[in-house]
């Protein structure tokens, strides 16, 4: 018998043998052996493939190992860690097609009036007294120069305000007002004065004597301190940063 020979004769004993003893096992044994086989060869080289497929190099491992270490221990606060939980807060980082997104539509914003009538009128002047001054407060701490978004914001604010205003016949009348002197929001000055013409239309309609809108600021002072004090968001950022500065040197 030449080599070639005797090589195949070797492959072929273990086959050959086992053969018999497959004829000889119980039927439902010999399916689920054969079926194991199929399902699991391919799971087992699956899986095998998928842990070599993991490169220890990554972006994702690098920045595990930088902040945990392998004992579990709490990460270490760096200066890039805080920059990056920053940036997810900077409202300048949503782009303007993401406001539109998240901005009521005109249905919801312009819809009709919510709330039941109002029977008790102690209650409805007293609603009355304490809305105008809200309403005087927002429009005198707007800001000089609004960007599109705080426009849209304050605009969208006075007709949802007046679609939930809890006296019902009150909210009607306001919604009429709106409808034909729509909100100014072109600047502080503009949003102001709009809202005490609107203050003094309601007062006529009362019988109240007529407000005068140059003493809005004394009237309706806030206690806010000065206006160079008004917070930006570039403000409200720094800010952040320096409470996340003073956090201990480990995260808790």
Known sequence: MNDEGSLSTLLTLPVARARPMMLHLPRFLRVFLIISAIIGIPSIYFVYTSSDSIDPDSDLTARTEVHWDAGGAAPAVSEQFMEESLSAWNPEGVTTELVGQMMPSDAVVKG????????????????????????????LRFPDEPTKDERDALKAYFHLFSRLYPCGECAAEFQELLEEYPPQTSSRKSASL????????VNARLGKPEFDCLTLDSTYDCGCGDES????????????????RSLPSRIS
């Open 194 to 201: 709009w809202l005490c013409s609107v203050h003094n239309m």
């Open 229 to 244: 004090a008004t917070a930006t968001s570039a403000d409200v950022i720094a800010a952040r940063k320096d409470r996340l």
């Open 112 to 139: 009709s009036v919510i709330m039941q009538k109002l029977g008790n009128e102690t209650a409805k002047a007293e609603l009355g007294r304490a809305t105008w001054k809200l309403l005087h407060l927002i429009t």
